[in-house]
């Protein structure tokens, strides 16, 4: 069996997270309907987007911070730009550029509460 490529965040609002999306992936989903989105990377990985209405079976909601997304980057050049980008979009940064054990990261919300780990493995 092959590690998952595909998370998929349940969303109050799917076109309101698409928006958001939009922005930070810089691209547009390759399928979106009322209840559901689709990103795709150059590489193939997938990101979707649920409406928690929509979801079968149905889901209880929990805390927002019970889980998190990571999205890597080649270098911490790059890391800092991401950050910088992202604040200015209005995005809500939960912690700055930080050295952790894994490499250096920083962490934002999604309108959900979705937490966005961005990281690279340099020190």
């Known amino acids: ?16 997270s698409v928006d958001f999306y939009r922005l930070l992936f810089e691209r547009d989903p390759v399928e979106q309907q009322d209840s559901f989105a689709l990103f795709v990377s150059e ?3 997938k990101f979707g987007l ?13 805390v927002s911070a019970s889980m998190e997304i990571a999205l890597e980057v ?13 604040s ?22 999604d309108p959900d509460g979705h937490r966005l780990r961005v990281f690279c493995y340099a020190k």
Do not use: H
Request: hydrophobic residues 45%; aromatic residues 14%.
């Open 1 to 16: 069996m092959e590690l998952s490529n595909f998370p998929i965040f349940y969303v109050n609002d799917v076109e309101a």
């Open 43 to 45: 590489s193939g990985n």
């Open 50 to 62: 649920w409406a928690w209405s929509c979801v079968e079976p149905k889901a209880d909601k929990v």
């Open 74 to 86: 080649s270098n911490l050049i790059t890391l800092q730009i991401y950050c910088r980008k992202w």
């Open 88 to 109: 200015e979009l209005g995005v809500e940064i939960i912690q700055d550029i930080s050295v952790m054990d894994f490499g250096t990261s920083f962490t934002a919300l």
